[in-house]
C-alpha cells in the first residue's frame, strides 16, 4: 500500500502544478536551484547527513535500483543518510560530482534538473557516472528537492 501511495503522490508532483499561478522563473530562481545541487553534492561529500537533509522538501521521494524510497521527514532522512555513509564508508567511494546539471523546465515554483553524477574512490578513479532527474520545489520561500530518479 505504501508503494501505491507513493505513486499516487508522486503522479500529483509531475501533473499538478504546486501552486495555482507559476509564473516564468528569474535568473534568481535558476541560481537558488543551483545552489541547493550545490549544497546537496557537498553534504553528500563531506558525509553530513542534517546539512544533507536541508537540502530537501519532505516528503522526498527517489526513484532507483527498481524501487522507490521516501522519507516523510527531516529527521527520517537524517536517519536514513547516517546508514548510507556508514555503508559508503565500507566501500572504496571517496566523493561524488556533478559531472552535467541542465535545467530543462522551471517556473518560479518547480523546477526539473537533468543531471549526471560521477563516484570517485580517493586515488581520484572513477566507479561509476549515472544520470538523475531532480525535481525542485520553491515551498515556503525556499527551493528543496522534492524527487530524484536515478539510473543506478
Known sequence: MKTLQSIALL????????????????????????????????????????????TYHTPHFRLARGSMSNWATEEDVVSAHVRVFDRLSDTDWHHSEWVERDIISITDTKAHV??????????????????????????????????RSSFL
Open 11 to 54: 503522479s500529483l508532483l509531475m501533473v499538478l502544478p504546486l501552486t495555482g499561478n507559476a509564473q516564468p522563473s528569474s535568473s534568481i530562481d535558476e541560481q537558488q536551484v543551483m545552489s541547493v545541487l550545490d549544497a546537496f553534492m557537498t553534504t553528500f561529500s563531506n558525509s553530513d547527513p542534517a546539512g544533507h537533509a536541508a
Open 114 to 147: 537533468a543531471t549526471s553524477v560521477r563516484r570517485y574512490r580517493e586515488d581520484g578513479s572513477e566507479i561509476v557516472t549515472f544520470e538523475s532527474l531532480y525535481i525542485l520545489i520553491k515551498q515556503d520561500g525556499r527551493w528543496g528537492i522534492k524527487f
